[in-house]
T-cell receptor
């Protein structure tokens, strides 16, 4: 059973370009979370999605950032017009169908975004 | 004040030592998670607990709900245990995690 997959593992963009980060959750998992780890800082929640629904995007910057988890295919975190401050490691995690309580989250290897 | 506080920030131990990492939180939680972040950056979930104690190999996690405190213990530490250990909480009905700042553990041979 493959784990959570993220691609690309490393992404270099120039200021003003777009960055697209992909996350394929573990088989059977319908909850996806995106977290960001800025250099020398801790992990911070960005957005929580289920298939075709954004459940909570309270950690997402209001501008330039968007996320989706379509019925088919991976979840996408999209950053438009990237700036140097977007340079960070972006981690995706997935968990299985809600059981009424918290679930163990399984993390992907992360995408390291560098903005030149 | 952060909602999740860890101590110590950095910890160096000799191989074989017993290690304790502490986590305190200030909010109501549905579960507390301990994660391990490898030097290469990958993150592994070690434990999820909402009461009592869990054990896996040389790792033990405990939680005291009344005191809002959890500890992660490593017995017979080994250099391969060197990593960042992160405490995180799930708050109420929300499923996303709120993280502590992590404890950098270095175990010397």
């Amino acid at each position: 059973n493959a784990g959570v997959m993220q691609n690309p593992r490393h992404l270099v963009r120039r200021r003003g370009q777009e960055a697209r980060l992909r996350c394929s959750p573990m088989k059977g998992h319908s909850h996806v979370y995106w977290y960001r780890q800025l250099p020398e800082e801790g992990l911070k929640f960005m957005v929580y999605l289920q298939k075709e629904n954004i459940i909570d995007e309270s950690g997402m910057p209001k501008e330039r950032f968007s996320a989706e988890f379509p019925k088919e295919g991976p979840s996408i975190l999209r950053i438009q017009q990237v700036v140097r401050g977007d340079s960070a490691a972006y981690f995706c995690a997935s968990s299985p169908v809600a059981s009424g309580g918290a679930d163990t989250q399984y993390f992907g290897p992360g995408t390291r975004l560098t903005v030149l | 004040k952060n909602e999740v506080e860890q101590s110590p920030q950095n910890l160096t131990a000799q191989e074989g030592e017993f290690i304790t990492i502490n986590c305190s939180y200030s909010v109501g939680i549905s579960a507390l998670h301990w994660l391990q972040q490898h030097p290469g950056g990958g993150i592994v979930s070690l434990f999820m607990l909402s009461s009592g104690k869990k054990k896996h190999g040389r790792l033990i996690a405990t939680i005291n709900i009344q005191e809002k405190h959890s500890s992660l213990h490593i017995t017979a530490s080994h250099p391969r245990d060197s990593a960042v250990y992160i405490c995180a909480v799930s708050r109420g009905s929300a499923r996303q995690l709120t993280f502590g700042s992590g404890t950098q553990l270095t175990v010397l041979p």
